[in-house]
């Protein structure tokens, strides 16, 4: 969900207005030819897609298991700030916290997609399987939001008084509905705003780590039928990654929205971004060579065959290729090179990299474990996303982009630390 | 000399025979002095229970002799009854023994439980697995057929977020197709690969009339097989053919296996063949160490 890709660094002379217009133009592209694809979805069922009965989950869940990491590790980024008080984070914090709500929402989409009853949607709510990982999680994305969106409004509420008082029109009934009828502008609500942002962000860090991204993790790690994903150690991958996504993202919406709008980007706050999200991605390597190496080590069958297809399968090439080269290799390079780290370019096509490099991490914990059978003496599945998976996926992240540039035009996401000194 | 005497010179008579087995044999007067029991109730039941087996003497006469007497020398143990009886108030749990030796892999079970269920393409209640094992020339040809387990501990029901998926009480595990919303996370979780998706398909092209009507499964008609109507959309799995026991039938691949390969029958009745042969040696389940608990039980 970044701004208009890398051609801006080479354009500096195009004018915003411009790159805002192609910005518009490609979205709408974008989300009408998902909305075809979503069309035949829906007319034809899942049968316009490539999922079978032996590969049951596909693209559409990597894609959903893949934003709720970006959202959880969004939200444990703003806490950073919040909780933690690292300051020097403090001008990505309202960004990340509206990524976190953007990516949970294109997150839920996704779900909805991969659903063969779309319309019984609701039942997941109203008939509650307690020792069902995934309704328990339905419920946590759901108790998640709410968070977030109350830690958001906490965050930004004094900003949309003042927009309230000195916009007209239609953006003064919008900032009205949005302030919930607060008023006050006091330093000492500004203080009671930052308890309560604090008391949030305590209940937010294990509600997205155990909740929301730790529990996704779970959903796959407690399948027993798969041995590949039946680990203790798949969750905590599953918080590592998230964390290593959503820290990349921001660095990249970071830069990129800065130099969209030709204000100065920190190089000492991205490089600090930087290096955090390599220490994370380290730490997820570290995790991820344990568990292939211990379930390699076990010579057990059906580990090998997934772990075989995995690195030497049809698709390899989104293990190799996304996964560790762009996923681990380039950033790493990029952000300690001597050549490259002090370079905002740089940085920024490492955490896009990133970005890239995660949604293959995605893909390949949900398709190798799939394509090895449960029964040995079964067809072997086979599965690459159709057009239609493809498109509509496509059109769903362009929906989350629109959302995300519309926030970011209409509410105050941008921390300016002068205005907020001068207030309080 | 004929060829019986020639045996004999190599043989003792019965007697020496009798002779010698009667030497290893302890006395049995003896043996029951010693045991905590009544000697001449025992002597007693003895000779009438003889009678018993000549004609002469009822069973219920018999009973009726000897149940005060045992009623004090067995307490609660003699009045517990038949430990084979079955217990009424467990009621009926199905349950199905297959036995792969006598498995040719025809694959009837197969093609009578599409007919049976009216499965859509790539809807398969029952498969046949079949492979080659073993280097040549030691090779040899497996078949599995494969419902679905039914299991005790059923992984699907454990994961389904709506608890659309759920245990019966006769053993049977049942989806309700009215509350699935189609995540698919129990066809991930089935670790028999039982399941299948209901991708809306259909065989009218190829045979007429396939969709002017449906299996009445779990009892419930559903009429003719439509564009977006359930069990479209839904997950599907064998039933055990749950109309056909309903109505007294055996499952259709049990009632068409050519080999008779299948048993079908009550696991909570102890004298059912299906229970006996569960207890076989022989007797195995397909994934035990995943403590599923299935109810289909294989003999090798």
Redesign the interface.
Known sequence: MGLPGTNTQKQVSTSPQLLEKIWWISLFVMLAAGGIAIFYRITDGLASTNLSSLMPWGAWIAFYIFFVGLSAGSFLLSTLIIVFGMERFEVVGRAALFTAIIAMIVALTFVLLDLGRMDRFLNAMIYWNLTSILAWEVHFYLLYIVLLVAELYLMIRTDLIRLHQESTGWKKKLYGILTIGSTDLSPESRLNDKKWMKILGYIGIPLAIFGVHGGTGTLFAVVKARVYWNSALFPIIFVLSALVSGTALLTFIYIISQKVRKLHVNIDVVKALAQLMAFFLIIDLSLEFYEWGVSGYGLEHEHMAVLATMFAGKHAWSFWGFQMFLGAVLPLYLIFSKRTRESVTALAIASISIVLGIIGVRFNIVVPALIVPVIEGYPTGDYFPSWVEWVSSLGVVAMGMMLYTIGAKLLPLDEDENEVLSHE | MGLGDKLNLFMLDPKSYDHMVNTQVKDPINVMTDSDYDMDLAIRMGKDAQKVLSGNMTQDDFHQKYSPDLKIEFGDLYASGNANTPDPSKGVRWGMVIDLAKCVGCDTCTVSCKAENRTPP??SYNVV???EIGVFPNLAK?N?P?PCMQCDKP?CA???????TYKLENGIVAIDYD???????C???????A???????SYEDEMIGFNDITAPEYGVDRGTREK?KTP????RKCTFCMHRLERGEEPACVETCIGDARYFGDLNDPNSVVSKLAASPRAFR?KEE?GTEPRVIYLR
């Open positions: 790539g809807v697995i079949e492979q497996v599995l494969r992984p454990q994961v389904c977020p709506t608890r659309a509350r699935c919303i189609g995540c698919r996370y066809v991930v979780a089935c670790p028999y690969g399941r299948s998706f209901d991708f809306g398909e977006g479209q959309g839904v997950v397909l995943l």
